[in-house]
């Protein structure tokens, strides 16, 4: 059983940061790539970031770019998204997604497992 926990979201201004974890459960997490994911209201889910299996290369949305950095801490099962100078479009629920497969790459995030989600508001 596979369990993902977002933790980290809340309400910050415009400009701040807000640092994002993602807490795994299970066996084999550090064989796995792992992205973060968001959705607005009203809007379908998109990518925000990944990061592969083994940590050394990462892929991030073009409205991302300079601003967020994803990683990962393979010996505490734990993913993080660091997100500075936040802009109000960047309000959603973010979730963190595990790929289905072993030894993943950055493209093969957004099947497998995803957790609860977490609020992201950033007001203006």
């Known amino acids: 059983q596979v369990q993902l926990i977002e933790s980290g979201g809340g309400l910050v201004q415009a400009g701040g940061s807000l640092r994002l974890s993602c807490g795994a459960s299970g066996r084999s997490y550090s064989s796995y790539a792992m992205g973060w994911f968001r959705q607005a209201p009203g809007k379908e889910r998109e990518f925000v970031a990944a990061i592969n299996w083994s940590g050394d290369n990462t892929a991030y949305a073009d409205f991302v770019k300079g601003r967020f950095t994803i990683s990962r801490d393979n010996a505490k099962n734990t993913m993080y998204l660091q997100m500075n100078s936040l802009k109000p479009e960047d309000t959603a629920v973010y979730y963190c997604?595990?790929?289905?497969?072993?030894?993943?790459?950055?493209?093969?995030?957004?099947?497998?497992?995803w957790g609860q989600g977490t609020q992201v508001t950033v007001s203006s």
């Open positions: 997604n595990r790929a289905a497969s072993h030894f993943s790459e950055t493209r093969d995030v957004g099947n497998g497992y």
